[in-house]
T-cell receptor
Framework: EPEVTQTPSHQVTQMGQEVILRCVPI?????FYWYRQILGQKVEFLVS????????KSEIFDDQFSVERPDGSNFTLKIRSTKLEDSAMYFC??????????????????FGPGTRLTVL | AQSVTQLDSQVPVFEEAPVELRCNYS??????LFWYVQYPNQGLQLLLK??????LVESINGFEAEFNKSQTSFHLRKPSVHISDTAEYFC????????????FGAGTRLAVHP
């Protein structure tokens, strides 16, 4: 069964450094998402992306964050200057085009295993 | 805007006992509802979903959830749990229509004891 994959599984960085978290969505999916989960807190939406553009972003997704689809398979989240409070598990998700009314499952997001980011 | 409340942060239960994990949502528009499961040190896996139609939806591993519009609830149930069901369970809501952000509840940690 196709899966969303994420690398690395764990990233440790120093405050102020740039990090890039990588995701490979399911191959026929065209909608991509990033969420994060700070330890002990809810999973929070960061951003959605379609057709090389941000579709929606949350208040958390400020100028320190950016997303990119650099090629046909990867989807990345960049944090330009990490802060201690960026420490969290970051999840990538993807969904296909076409909702259930048209026989697709675009209504459903499939998640990767996550990248644990630790900012020291 | 949508919101989700999972009423129990932890639910301890003995193996083979029934369990119910409660989820209530709030929304001014029609919604889709999901349950995701997170096993220890793993990502979020879709357990089941309600999009339309029958209000009772089932998963392949024996869980079921019932969408109750009047109560704005989507409780998750299993008649007999196994040790392997030990995990964190997240209820999530999204505005219907697809491609919208998921709003998650705080999660319920199900601990199944022998």
């Amino acid at each position: 069964e196709p899966e969303v994959t994420q690398t690395p599984s764990h990233q440790v960085t120093q405050m102020g450094q740039e990090v890039i978290l990588r995701c490979v969505p399911i191959s026929n999916h065209l909608y991509f998402y990033w969420y994060r989960q700070i330890l002990g807190q809810k999973v929070e939406f960061l951003v959605s992306f379609y057709n090389n553009e941000i579709s929606e972003k949350s208040e958390i997704f400020d100028d320190q964050f950016s997303v990119e689809r650099p090629d046909g398979s990867n989807f990345t989240l960049k944090i330009r200057s990490t802060k201690l409070e960026d420490s969290a598990m970051y999840f990538c998700a993807s969904s296909e085009i076409g909702g259930f009314l048209s026989g697709g499952s675009g209504d459903t997001q499939y998640f990767g295993p996550g990248t644990r980011l630790t900012v020291l | 805007a949508q919101s989700v409340t999972q009423l129990d942060s932890q639910v301890p239960v003995f193996e083979e006992a029934p369990v119910e994990l409660r989820c209530n949502y709030s929304s001014s528009v029609s919604v889709y509802l999901f349950w995701y499961v997170q096993y220890p040190n793993q990502g979020l896996q879709l357990l089941l979903k309600y999009l339309s139609g029958s209000t009772l939806v089932e998963s392949i591993n024996g869980f079921e959830a019932e969408f109750n519009k009047s109560q704005t609830s989507f409780h998750l149930r299993k008649p007999s749990v196994h040790i392997s069901d030990t995990a964190e369970y997240f209820c999530a809501v999204t505005r219907s229509g697809g491609y919208n952000k998921l709003i998650f509840g705080a999660g319920t940690r199900l601990a199944v004891h022998p």
